[in-house]
């Protein structure tokens, strides 16, 4: 499928989803938000696909949701500008449908919705030029699109409060670390970095690791008892697979094991 707004590209079980409007800055129009929820379901229906990158083309992530398109919704009476507005976050959101492990690869500007789609990945890796906020407030308007369920859930209440409040810029530093993201590079050494956790990651086998992107989300909502039920169940299945037969064979013989994805 061809995108106008999105580039779509899969090597080695890589797949790289990059945001392709970069005289707006990536900014997450209408059209995007479409054309996005449409390649997520093609991933998700993509058997060879095992990490999905999410990026932006040119010199930043994402501007953020398109102002005009968002107080466009505000023209319709109450009831549909708040139907409108849920179905547009849910295109972004859709990303969170996927079993397989997502990164999203910021630089530059990654600001209000872009930096809320980012925390819908599973995984952030930021350049030292990310200008990254919370800037809802900044035009009157409270923050949207999963903020006050994603952000605390990564950072806590307290510095929640404080970026989506202030509508601050966070220093990068700052945000590597209170966790806001998983590790900050040199913008020439973006995509190397990033490609090569992909590769660390794509390399293991598939079915632990979709049980364990599920256990890991279901434990931050769930007691102690149903996650080691949980995890009991995941590693019955899995000594069920070829891969953790090879595994056990790898570490029995001293060899590296060479995974199938089965």
């Keep these: 499928m061809q995108f106008k707004t999105l580039l779509l590209d899969q090597q080695d079980g890589i797949v790289t989803l990059t945001l392709n409007q970069p005289e707006k ?13 449409e390649a997520i379901a093609q991933i998700k229906n993509n058997l060879e696909a095992r990490v999905l990158i999410i990026t932006g083309q040119g010199s930043s992530f994402s501007s ?9 919704q505000f023209e319709a009476p109450p009831a549909q500008a708040k139907a409108n507005i849920i179905k547009y976050y849910k295109t972004f959101l859709s990303v969170r449908d996927l079993d397989i492990p997502t990164i999203a690869v910021l630089k530059g500007h990654t ?6 789609l980012a925390l819908a990945c599973d995984m952030r890796i930021a350049s030292t030029d990310t200008k990254m906020t919370m800037s809802f407030i900044k035009i009157g308007i409270h923050p949207g699109m999963g903020t006050s369920y994603l952000l605390p859930r990564l950072i806590g209440t307290a510095k929640a409060f404080e970026m989506c409040l202030t509508g601050d810029p966070i220093d990068i530093q700052e945000a590597l670390r209170i966790g806001l993201v998983n590790h900050v590079v040199e913008p020439e050494r973006l995509m190397e970095f990033s490609l090569d956790l992909a590769r660390r990651i794509a390399k293991n086998p598939v079915v632990p690791a979709r049980f364990l992107k599920k256990s890991i989300y279901r434990g931050l909502h769930t007691d102690l008892e149903s ?3 949980y995890e009991s169940s995941a590693q019955v299945i899995c ?6 037969k090879e595994g056990l064979a790898a570490a029995r013989e001293k060899r590296i094991p060479v995974f199938k994805g089965y």
């Design 25 to 37: 800055k990536n900014a997450m129009t209408m059209e995007l938000g479409k054309e996005f929820s």
């Design 111 to 116: 600001i209000g919705a872009a930096l809320c």
């Design 227 to 229: 996650a080691l039920d």
């Design 64 to 72: 953020g949701g398109d102002l005009q398109s968002t107080f466009d």
């Design 239 to 244: 000594s069920f697979t070829e891969d953790m």
